[in-house]
């Protein structure tokens, strides 16, 4: 690319003119949006699109009779039309292998699965949405805590107003929004647009948007573990800018997470299907190995070994994964005592309709949804305090109280008044 930056009549103001290089719709836009939006420019400008002549173009325009067809200001009265939303569908154009990995992975559509297929789901974020205290379902208050919650890591399906833009919250959203072109997915919630910097999505905090807090606290156990004190003392030093597929051990001492989900290592092809290398399931409610729309989970244990193997020897990994399997069973344990307890209860007519009113059932919820992962989820990453302190210790807590709100119940054949809940649970 060969262009001029001149002054544009505004102090501080710069006009980028392109020369050469790209066709004259393509530099139109990079001309105007230079001025108007010089922060995309600049990211454009520095990565590798700019680098490769990929322009807004390319990506951004769509034919007339697509669904997500609009113009902007800058095109009114020609036959060009754009989309300011861009999906997996699109980047598949160039990247048709790693959008298909990309597309059976938990990143594409099974996280969007609950926004958007589940009715509990969706009944637990009209409840957020204050329905209870007369907010009307579906209005955009009621909307609020979804749209800015849930939907900006799980993504949702995006509606579109008179002129084929998104509108009432459904876009921007997480990684796996569903798109009026039928693309599954947002590459952008890891590649950053618009400088799409390999840097970035290799760094653990491409992923912390998402992958922290109370319920899958993976960045605070990664910074936690051996792992994340390697990074956080060595980080800087390390080459993150190696080839695609060319990133190995040496140019890091330690893993990201894009080193143990994703990265080419050792014999292992790089792939962006980030559940292909997982063996049990730790995010619903009861562990099972792997199997069907979430992945094969004994060819996953295979592969993450064989991740393990660059850095650590037999012994260490075989204890390592034992820990792991010892741990989801101790999990099960506790979930399944709970579920009969529940069943009994359900039978004998001792649960109120309204679980979150129901301290049985809330509490539940968070053996599974809050302590119950921590426990898994810090045993896998190597986080002790987050196996313990932060897991185990609070879910033998949690199902102690749940076993006295058992036996009261049984005994008494009734369900207690009040509930003795705190509301935001054991954290």
């Not at 010089?38 to 769509?62: E, F, L, Q, T």
């Not at 509108?167 to 929004?177: A, C, F, K, L």
């Not at 590649?191 to 390999?198: A, G, N």
């Not at 932060?390 to 054949?413: A, C, P, S, T």
Request: charged letters at 25%; proline letters at 4%.
């Amino acid at each position: 690319m060969t262009a001029l930056a001149a002054n544009a009549g505004v102090v501080g103001e710069k006009k980028l003119v392109i020369k050469r290089g790209y066709t004259k719709e393509a530099a139109s836009c990079i001309e105007c949006h230079s001025v108007k939006t010089p922060g995309i420019i600049a990211g454009w400008k520095n990565g590798r699109m700019g680098s490769a002549a990929i322009s807004c173009y390319d990506c951004h325009a769509v034919e007339k009779d697509s669904p997500m067809a609009s113009q902007c200001e800058g095109l009114r009265g020609t036959d060009i039309y754009i989309s300011p939303m861009v999906s997996a569908k699109t980047c598949a154009r160039c990247h048709p292998h790693e959008a298909e990995e990309f597309s059976k992975s938990a990143h594409a559509k099974l996280a969007g699965k609950p926004i958007i297929e589940s009715e509990k789901f969706k009944k637990l974020i009209s409840t957020e949405g204050a329905d209870f205290l007369g907010e009307k379902k579906g209005s955009m208050v009621n909307r609020a805590s979804g749209a800015g919650g849930c939907q900006a890591c799980h993504g949702t399906e995006v509606e579109l107003g008179p002129d084929n833009k998104p509108v009432n919250m459904t876009w921007p959203g997480g990684v796996g929004t569903r798109y009026p072109d039928g693309g599954i997915g947002n590459c952008t919630v890891c590649h950053t647009r618009h400088q799409f910097s390999v840097a970035e999505a290799r760094k653990p905090e491409a992923c912390a948007s998402c992958h922290l807090g109370p319920d899958h606290p993976h960045i605070e156990i990664y910074e936690e573990s051996k792992h994340g004190q390697i990074f956080n003392a060595h980080g800087d030093e390390w080459n993150w800018e190696a080839a695609s597929g060319a990133w190995q051990p040496g140019d890091y001492t330690a893993p990201t997470c894009a080193v143990c989900h994703m990265s080419g290592i050792g014999t292992l092809e790089s792939t962006h299907n980030v559940t292909s290398r997982l063996k049990w399931d730790l995010v619903h409610k009861r562990s099972e190995i792997r199997t069907g729309e979430r992945g094969d989970g004994i060819e996953g244990d295979k592969k993450m070994r064989q991740v393990c193997v660059s850095c650590h020897g037999a012994t260490h990994i075989e204890a390592q994964r034992q820990l792991l399997d010892n741990t989801v069973a101790l999990y099960n344990k506790y979930w399944d005592g709970a579920v009969k307890m529940k069943k009994e209860l359900a039978e004998k007519g001792l649960l109120k309709e309204d679980k979150w009113k129901d301290p049985y059932q809330e509490l539940m919820y968070y053996l599974w949804h809050h302590c119950g992962r921590r426990a898994r989820h810090g045993a896998a990453m190597n986080g002790p305090d987050y196996s313990h302190w932060h897991g185990f210790f609070q879910v033998f807590q949690v199902y102690k109280d749940m076993e006295d709100l058992y036996n009261w119940r049984i005994k008494n054949n009734k369900i207690e008044d009040l509930s003795p809940v705190m509301s935001t649970g054991p954290i």
